[in-house]
């Protein structure tokens, strides 16, 4: 394997090469030599890309090529080298041209060159391109300038009308007026106070406002004032009086100020009616005398308060908007077992829990942000600290106060310790109730069961009994048998009834869409009503969202009670619905014989009927069933009826969507 041949070094340059190539390479400024005839004599990279001139273009021209023709018609080439060679340097910002015959902006340096022995050689000159930088700078004393003027005529506009509004809002009558005695601007106490309206003053001589006695010489006073303008009052020692426009004088005093405008020297006149001004010291006087009783009322007002805090009974705190106690009651004391002097002064953070307080400040900025009255702990476990360091749970009422202070929160604090002892002493009664209601539902339901063996024993020993007497058994005697079979029949209905209604609200059943239509033609088909009876439902039957087995026995013990109790052979029973405040209203109507309004509560108690035992077969339970299924499902049972006039209708509301 062979090795390249090593390239010998090139040799150093000298110094003077050295720097005309350093000179050569700047491409930030043109670097370039003039004769002493002004010719260009060499060009460098920054002159090319400045001037779009190659080297080979432009050495042996003169430099004059750079100007624009105005700037050669006033020969100032020739003179830029002048002043450079008397000067010994010549620095400008000037118009330059580039080859393309586009104009810039140059800042150019020109210096002469000698040689060893003092000869004049020619120029060396360096330009540098500042178009952009100019333009910037242009444009940044531009934007300071604009801004500057429109801030300074923003505070010009800003002082002008604020000094209007001052003097608009002025509670005494102000008149400007210029060095002609002219009046350039009133305010609304002016218009009052002479009665003239603004217009008819604006533009008009300032003695139109003096009296009759004073216009002749009034100019003169002003003109005596003028020259030693300073801000005096004048009415103290004098007596000055104004003119209305209907003639009347009254008795004033005038405050001069002078004001320097962009109009010239102006006087702002500043007019008190002394007659106002005494009845105002008069009110004043008693509005002295008043906030003196206001005072006094305020510190009885307070004091009250005081007293009406002290004696509550419960724990009473006033909290500034920084969190520190300002007062504290008794029972504040009581309840957390400081001193009130151990707790007033300090940061509330004292009475919360150790682990509330890192967030407690947090929590008090979040309640000034939307500071209304509201309670606390009702649904948040919310506890205090007491000074030995237990807590104990407590519900927190919280009003805002405006103070002279500024904003104050009253916390009333309500030591819950006993409430939730109670509570939780009713949630155990309450599940012992519901576990002896467990209990006694069971109970009954067992006790109907069992006792239904007996019963159908005793009816079997009955049937027997008529069986083996039949032939030899009077008719008295065969009637009581009977009785007794009815009535151990009637006692398992009220058995059956027993069970059903303590069942009613264990059976869960999912709500479904139900077609109200359909289910009543269900129920008509398996009750069988007898010939001559109707059932028919009223209306568009609505489909709903709804437990279907409630809802059935509901409808069914209502359609089989108003045909089993119909007083005649024939009836129609209609059953309608409507959609009323957010339940499904349903009405079940028939055309019987009625039920008197004393009843209408009656009918709906277990085991009551209105009828006689031996006259109907009915357990007087269904009813009771049907009110405990409704309400049990939040919605409500009642029955309409007046006799003479024929006819019952029930009526319950249903609600949609829930489950059992």
Not at 203 to 212: A, E, F, H, T
Not at 382 to 400: A, C, K, M, W, Y
Not at 424 to 432: D, G, I, P, S
Request: aromatic share 6%.
């Amino acid at each position: 394997m062979t090795r390249p041949l090593a390239l010998p070094p090139e040799p150093p340059l000298r110094p003077a090469a050295l720097l005309h190539h350093f000179v050569y390479s700047v491409v930030d400024y043109a670097l370039y030599m003039l004769d002493v005839d002004s010719v260009i004599a060499n060009w460098s990279l920054g002159a090319e890309r400045i001037k779009g001139y190659r080297a080979e273009d432009i050495v042996g021209r003169n430099f004059s090529i750079f100007f624009t023709d105005e700037d050669c018609a006033l020969e100032l080439p020739a003179m830029a080298l002048a002043s450079a060679l008397r000067t010994g340097h010549h620095e400008c910002d000037a118009i330059r041209m580039r080859r393309d015959g586009s104009r810039f902006l140059a800042h150019v340096v020109i210096n002469p060159t000698y040689d060893e022995i003092g000869r004049h050689l020619g120029f060396a000159k360096i330009m540098r391109d500042i178009t952009e930088e100019h333009a910037l700078q242009q444009r940044s004393r531009e934007e300071t300038t604009v801004t500057a003027e429109r801030e300074r005529s923003a505070e010009r506009a800003m002082l002008e009308e604020r000094c209007r509004r001052m003097v608009e809002a002025a509670p005494n009558a102000m008149v400007l007026v210029n060095k002609t005695g002219v009046i350039e601007m009133v305010n609304r106490q002016a218009e009052l106070r002479f009665g003239y309206p603004r217009t008819e003053m604006l533009g008009q001589s300032v003695d139109m406002l003096v009296p009759d006695a004073v216009r002749p010489h009034h100019a003169a006073l002003r003109g005596g004032f003028l020259p030693h303008a300073e801000t005096r009052p004048m009415g103290k020692d004098a007596d000055l009086h104004g003119r209305r426009k209907d003639g009347t004088v009254f008795p004033v005093e005038i405050g001069l100020n002078t004001i320097q405008t962009e109009d010239g020297l102006m006087v702002l006149a500043a007019v008190v009616d002394i007659t106002e001004r005494r009845q105002a010291e008069a009110v004043r006087r008693q509005q002295a005398v008043d906030l003196a009783r206001s005072n006094a009322g305020r510190a009885m007002l307070e004091e009250r308060c005081r007293r009406i805090v002290e004696a509550a009974p419960s724990a009473m705190v006033v909290v500034n908007e920084t969190g520190v106690i300002e007062m504290a009651n008794r029972m504040a004391e009581v309840r957390f077992g400081y001193l009130r002097a151990e707790m007033v002064g300090f940061n509330v953070d004292m009475l919360v829990p150790d682990a509330v307080r890192p967030r407690h400040a947090a929590l008090r900025a979040g309640f000034a942000a939307n500071a209304v009255s509201r309670p606390m702990g009702k649904d948040a476990a919310l506890h205090g600290r007491r000074r030995d360091g237990s807590i104990f749970p407590v519900e927190i009422g919280l009003n805002t106060i405006e103070t002279d202070g500024g904003m104050m929160v009253l916390a009333a604090i309500v030591d819950i310790t006993e409430r939730r002892q109670a509570e939780t002493a009713r949630l155990r009664q309450t599940q012992e109730l519901a576990r002896s209601n467990a209990d006694l539902q069971e109970f009954a339901y067992i006790t109907s069961h069992d006792l239904k063996a007996p019963l159908r024993a005793v009816s079997l020993l009955a049937d027997w009994i008529t069986e083996d007497i039949q032939g030899s058994a009077s008719v008295a005697t065969l009637d009581n048998l009977g009785l007794m079979r009815q009535r151990v029949a009637r006692m398992g209905m009220l058995l059956d009834g027993l069970q059903s209604y303590t069942r009613v609200g264990h059976l869960l059943a999912p709500a479904e869409l139900v077609d109200i239509g359909a289910l009543i033609a269900e129920i008509v088909d398996s009750l069988a009503p007898p010939t001559g009876f109707s059932v028919r439902f009223e209306g568009a039957a609505p489909v709903i969202n709804s437990p279907r087995p409630p809802l059935e026995h509901v409808l069914q013990n209502l359609i089989s009670n108003a045909i089993k109790h119909h007083d005649r052979l024939r009836g129609e029973v209609i059953v309608s619905a409507r959609e009323h405040d957010g339940m499904i209203e349903f009405r079940v109507r028939d055309d019987g014989a009625g039920i008197a309004p004393e009843f209408h509560k009656r009918i709906f108690t277990i085991f009551q009927t209105l009828k006689t035992r031996d006259e109907t077969e009915a357990s007087g339970v269904g009813l009771s069933i049907v009110q405990k299924t409704v309400e049990r499902l939040g919605g409500r049972v009642w029955v309409e009826s007046e006799p003479p006039r024929r006819g019952t209708c029930f009526i319950f509301t249903w609600p949609e969507g829930s489950e059992c």
